[in-house]
Nanobody, 123 residues
Framework: VQLQASGGGLVQAGGSLRLSCVAS????????MGWYRQAPGKQRELVAD???????NYAHFVRGRFTISRDNAKNTVYLQMNNLKPEDTAVYYC??????????????????WGQGTQVTVSS
């Protein structure tokens, strides 16, 4: 399973960005999907996650500004980020819990990380 994230960039404070993350591979099922971020010198932290049925969870510092959603038919999770602040600057990583076939034709559960996409918010 591979996760490909996109949508990062440079934006002024108060602006918006939309991140996307597509899962590919011989996927049988995707359970929860989420977005994390890591700023320089800081630990990676949860931003938001979403279950396969659409239940969401947000970190307190993005609640009311960010919205996570997913399209199960496209194996894709999104993060709409509004009213961005300089402190939102970080590399954003997507994450998914999947059940997929391996090379031995066995179903394997795994948690996979995307490659990260840089979000920079200028003041």
């Amino acid at each position: 399973v591979q996760l490909q994230a996109s949508g990062g960039g440079l934006v002024q404070a108060g602006g918006s960005l939309r991140l996307s993350c597509v899962a590919s591979g011989r996927i049988s099922r995707i359970d929860d999907m989420g977005w994390y971020r890591q700023a320089p010198g800081k630990q990676r932290e949860l931003v938001a996650d979403i279950t396969s049925s659409g239940s969401t969870n947000y970190a307190h510092f993005v609640r009311g500004r960010f919205t996570i959603s997913r399209d199960n038919a496209k194996n894709t999770v999104y993060l709409q980020m509004n009213n961005l602040k300089p402190e939102d600057t970080a590399v954003y990583y997507c994450n998914a819990q999947t059940l997929a076939l391996n090379y031995n034709e066995e179903y394997v559960a795994a948690r996979t990380w995307g490659q990260g996409t840089q979000v920079t918010v200028s003041s």
